[in-house]
Each structure stands twice: as C-alpha cells, then as structure tokens.
C-alpha cells in the first residue's frame, strides 16, 4: 500500500485523540463481569504449566523460578497447577483445551463437562483467566461471544482469554476487508463489539535481523483506541526469541522497550513469547531440556540458568508491575512521539501541559514517548520513555505546576526538588514515571 505521509498524520491523530465517554465503562457492556484486573499480567507462552504434554505441569521448582522472576500469571491446566501457583503467590491462565473449541461447542454433553470444569476451578484463589482461543479470525467471533456469555453467566469473577492477531496479519486471516489499517481496526472493533470482552491481548513481534518491524506503533495505537471504545484494558504479548532466520532474540534493553512502550499506550500487562526455547524459536527466558517429562527433567528445568534475556527481566518485571499499578486506576489520555513519528503514531499537541528540555529534533529516529493518563479528561500522570534502545538518555520534563516522580524501587512518590522541573535519567528503552499538579485542575477545584 502505498500512501503519504501526511495520510499517516491524520490517521494517527484521530488514533491518539480518540476517547469514550466515562460512562461507557466494561461493567455496561458486560453487566454480569466482576473480574478485577489485578495484579497487572505479567506471563508467558509455551513454558510451565501449558496444557499438552510437551511443557509438563507448574512444579513447585519452576513456580519459585517464576515468582522470583517476576512473574504474576503462570499457565495452569490442572487444579494442582492451581494449588502450586497459589502457593507461590502466583495467578494462573487456565488452558481450558479443547473443552471449548468452537467448532463442537453444540455438542450433546459439551456443556456438562464445561460447567464440571468450571465447578472444579472457579473458587479456587489462583484462578484469574480462562485461556480460550489464539489468533482467531472475525468469522469466530459470534461463537466466541457465545462462548464468553456463557462462561461470564457461570463465573463472573474470571476473565476469558483470547488473543487477536497482529496487524501484519492478512485481511484474508483478519476476516476482514481493506488496507492494513481498515482490515485491523474492524478486526479489534468486531471483536469488542460481537465477543465483549474483559481484556484485548494481541501479538506483535517487531525484531528482524538487520531492523525493526515498522507497524509496532500503530498495532499499538489500534489496539488502545479499541481498548478505550470497550472499556477494557490490553494486553501485548511480546517477542521473546527469534522466531525465523529473519528475526532476532531480544536483548534486556530492547525488551525493556516493549514493556514501557506497552505501558505509555495504556496497556497493563504484557506476555513472552517464548519462555523455554525450542525449534526454530530461539532465545527465550530459561534454557529447557527437551526430553519427556519426569523428576529429572523437573529438577533440570528449575534449576536451568535464566538466558541473559531472563535474567534482565527479574528486573523489568517488577518496575512494568510497579508502574502499571498506578495507572491502573487511570484513563490513557495520549500517546505522543518526539523525533520522527513513526507509523500509526503522532507527535504532541500545542496544549501538551509538560515539556521536555532539551526538545527533541524532528529528525531523531528514536526520540521520546510521552504516555498521558488521568482520571478525567485533564492528565495527572505523564510516562516519559526513551525510545533508543541502545542508550540511556537525559532530560527534564517542565510541568505546570509541582511535579512528582515515581521511584519504582520502592513504589514511593517523591517531590521534584526543582518543582515544575523534574531531570530524570531514563535507561536504554527505559522510563519514567510522573506526577503533574495541572493549573487547570487547580482552579476547578
């Protein structure tokens, strides 16, 4: 497709304006959900816990290795997954299998055997979401949304995960029609409006060989703006590993760009792919050793050293939490890129109430991300990310009024001692966390 690049700056700005009402909330649109989106989601795909017999069940090894990992959601298909994980003060995203594949979801007894399950696992305190289908295309969802009605009418209290292509997907697989932007957004939009659901997870690996994916930004830009018309927050399942000879395994640095750029688009949760390694899926979180699932092989995988990967992420993981936390409570207001506004995306507006010193040239390819969030239409919060994953930055952020920062080591606010200047240090695909006194709040007050 080819367009220019003024199309790109209309397309973005309506994608980065876009709000809804405060009354349109996830509560009206599925009025029987009671699920609390709480602890923000950190996980994974294809490690412990997974259903099939490839991964084996969540010992109590990998559970600790988790948890000290800074994981908050394990994959579980059993109840004693469930009891390991609440053991290790983990949740679980519960593989349901082929129990509810769409396909037979009439057949005579299906819903018999679901709702034993669901008996079996709802009231147990590690449950936290009912893993339901990946990458489905838009001609699912009416079943889908059969699936999750019926499911939210058993149990209101657990969410259902299902996670939605990326937009390098085809409009053939999208099930959709259009150009790159129209087939996704009717996907997202379709999939809120038919299947209802509490979260949006989608995937988007970004990392080649030689460069980056240019549709990062406005996968995440879609996938907020859907999130805000639903009322719900998102997830974004991550690279982790390489998954062709054509993509590259993440370093520290450059996943710790994908968690704070989640997190400026508004997103609470973020998951790997992969955690163990294997085939052409190179890289991960922890070595594994392939053989058939025994004691030794349980030993082997709790004690296997964390790739250079994993072990960066005993780091990033607890500050995503930490910074997600506070946000939590909070609407995403904007997404705004200093430097070349990469596609999908869109530079600050006049009215912006903070700025940054030095700016930032319209030429720098990886400038600065600023995440806007409040509890109305005014920000109170502003997330400041580098988006130069190969070194940390300087900076100083001018505010309206006294400014706060966030230290994420103790999950503490502390004045800027310059008042309306606050100088932060932000790392290699770092951030950093603010809080903004607004004048015009002020005065409403």
Not at 166 to 195: C, M, W
Not at 349 to 355: A, K
Not at 378 to 393: A, D, G, W
Not at 408 to 430: N, Y
């Amino acid at each position: 497709m080819r367009t220019s690049s003024n199309f790109w700056v209309v397309r973005a700005s309506v994608l980065a304006w876009l709000t809804v009402s405060p009354t349109l909330r996830s509560a009206e649109l599925n009025p029987k959900s009671t699920w609390r989106h709480d602890p923000p989601i950190v996980t994974y795909y294809h490690g412990p816990g997974g259903a099939g017999g490839r991964w084996g069940p969540l010992t109590p090894g990998m559970a600790k290795k988790l948890a000290d990992g800074g994981f908050t959601v394990a994959w579980g298909s059993t109840v004693k997954d469930l009891d390991v994980a609440h053991a290790h003060n983990l949740r679980v995203r519960f593989e349901v299998g082929d129990l509810m594949n769409t396909d037979a979801w009439d057949e005579p007894g299906r819903k018999a055997a679901i709702d034993t399950l669901i008996d079996r696992v709802k009231d147990h305190p590690a449950m936290y979401l009912y893993s339901l289908a990946d990458e489905p295309s838009a001609k699912k969802f009416p079943m889908l949304g059969r699936i999750v009605a019926y499911l939210r009418q058993r149990d209101p209290r657990h969410a259902v995960h299902i996670n939605l292509f990326p937009t390098y997907a085809s409009a053939n697989a999208l099930g959709t029609s259009g150009d790159t932007i129209e087939a996704y957004r009717k996907h997202v939009q379709q999939f809120v409006d038919i299947v209802k659901p509490d979260l949006i997870s989608y995937d988007h690996y970004n990392f080649r060989t030689t460069r980056d994916g240019g549709q990062y930004f406005l996968n995440l830009a879609l996938v907020r703006e859907a999130a805000l018309r639903g009322g719900v927050p998102f997830m974004n399942v991550v690279q982790a590993c390489s998954l062709s000879p054509t993509s590259r395994a993440p370093n520290g640095d450059e996943s710790r760009f994908l968690a704070y750029t989640t997190l400026a688009y508004g997103g609470t949760g973020i998951a790997h792919f992969v955690y163990w390694p294997y085939s052409e899926f190179l890289g991960g979180i922890s070595e594994y050793k392939d053989i058939e699932f025994n004691e030794e092989r349980a030993r082997a995988d709790a004690l296997a050293p964390l790739t250079p990967l994993g072990e960066s992420l005993r780091e990033i993981h607890p500050e995503f939490v930490a910074i997600a936390r506070e946000l939590l409570p909070l609407r995403s207001l904007g997404a705004f890129h200093l430097g070349v506004i990469p596609q999908g995306a869109v530079g600050p507006p006049p009215e912006l109430p903070v700025r940054i010193h030095p700016s930032v040239a319209c030429d720098e390819t990886k400038g600065l991300l600023l995440g806007t969030f409040g509890a109305g239409h005014l920000p109170t919060h502003v997330l400041v990310v580098n988006l130069n994953y190969l070194r940390p930055v300087e900076t100083t952020v001018i505010g309206p009024g006294p400014m706060e920062t966030f230290t994420v080591a103790h999950g503490r606010w502390k004045p800027a001692p310059e008042g309306k200047r606050a100088r932060i240090q932000l790392r290699a695909g770092g951030g950093a966390l603010l809080r903004i006194q607004n004048t015009e709040d002020s005065k409403q007050r």
